[in-house]
């Protein structure tokens, strides 16, 4: 117990010290000076009286008590607020440390998305991210296809896993990754994209197919994109877009597709006919757009006519007849006059006595090789196989059974002479 001493002043008697005996606290620490509503000055000492008195321990334990308590709740909450923000540092501490674990392990780490962007306003470490995402997907992809193929099968997660070195977890990571990349790229360049496309309108497609294809020449060119060439992505990526809508254009604009290289050599002739036109105010000859394209004549007039679009045989013509439809018009292979007929049957017949005056092994070499029976001609290699024959000694007998031909069909000629 600690006593607590009360100075009362009189001016005309000493000062005497009532004793108060106060409970100490737990903590066993010397008392701080504690404000009360009444002027008192608590100290605790250990060279003060100690007199356990019940009666006056009574008033001042309620006030104590509390003070105690809010001294106990408010260290705690210091220490608790304390412990808290340590906790909180330590654990976002972990959590770097594991992702730069994770990256120099190969691991996949989850980068934040910016899923509402505008054209151009990606920065450089943006495009980078996106691209680098694209890229590992397609590299799963590119190893899916390959195991597909040996497998006769589309492979699981697990088999991929397995074959990659990878965990499950991180092929789904990349897999979402490259998905949800693509997605924001052809969302952020969709303008780019429909500005190059309404350049190609009227040529065969659409503007939707246009703008489609040009979709897929962009996430081609992100796949491909390297930011240390030092250029940006869309500048990158204008060259993949227009050269997959040429593409497009000449795999699937006409009924009878032309080389790439044709279709850039009709886009010149084109273009000077247009200015020749402008400049002669008449339609141009084959000579002077030769002429003016530096190339040969024959070529032009070639890339001309191997341009002209088919025409369907439904057309209508008008004869004298009336309109008739061209296949109508027309006669088709299958239509032989009786004639031609009779000629056919007895050229057979000719080739038959023919062949009937070489070898067994002569003959099939002939029929083979022409095709006779019907069925595919077959070169002399392939004929060699066979027979279990060089290729030289196929040709050899093909050339002797043909002379032996011609001194028959000249010989039967002699004989027709002959006779008459």
Known sequence: MAIATVCTSSPTCSPTLPT?????????QPLQSIPFKFDLNLVSSDALTIAPTAEAVSPASPALEAARDAAMAGENEVKWNWTYGLEARRKRRRKRRRGLEGRENG????????????PGRFT????????????????????????????MHEPSLKQ??????????????????????????IQAYRGLVSSIATGYQGRGLSLPELIQEGSMGLLRGAAKYDPKRGCKLSTYAYWWIRQAITRSLAN???????????????????????????RLRRSPSDDEIAEFLDIRVSTVRLIIERSTPPI??????????GPLKLQDIISGPDEWNPETILKKQLIKQEVEKLLNTLSERESRI???????????????????????????????????ALTKLRQTSIADELKLLYFS
Request: with cysteine; charged share 30%; glycine share 4%.
């Open 312 to 321: 369907s045989l439904d057309k209508v013509v008008v004869t004298d007849n």
């Open 366 to 400: 002939l029929r083979l090789h022409y095709g006779l029976d019907g069925i595919t001609p077959k070169s002399c290699e392939e004929i060699g196989i066979m027979f279990n024959l060089s290729r030289e000694r196929i040709r050899q007998i093909n050339a002797s």
């Open 160 to 185: 991929l896993a397995s074959a990659t070195g990878m965990s499950m977890r991180r092929i789904d990571n990349i897999l979402c990754n490259a998905r949800k990349s693509k997605e924001i790229i």
């Open 252 to 278: 699937q604009s006409r009924l009878i597709r032309l080389p790439e290289n044709v279709l850039s050599m009709l886009a010149k002739i084109t273009e000077a006919k247009n200015i020749l036109s402008n």
């Open 20 to 28: 108060i005996s106060l409970p100490l606290l737990k903590t066993h």
């Open 107 to 118: 691991e996949v780490v989850e980068v934040p998305l910016i899923l509402s962007v505008k």
């Open 124 to 151: 450089r470490k943006q495009e980078a991210e996106l691209c680098m995402m694209i890229q590992e997907g397609a590299r799963l992809e590119v190893e899916r296809r390959r195991m597909a193929e040996a497998c």
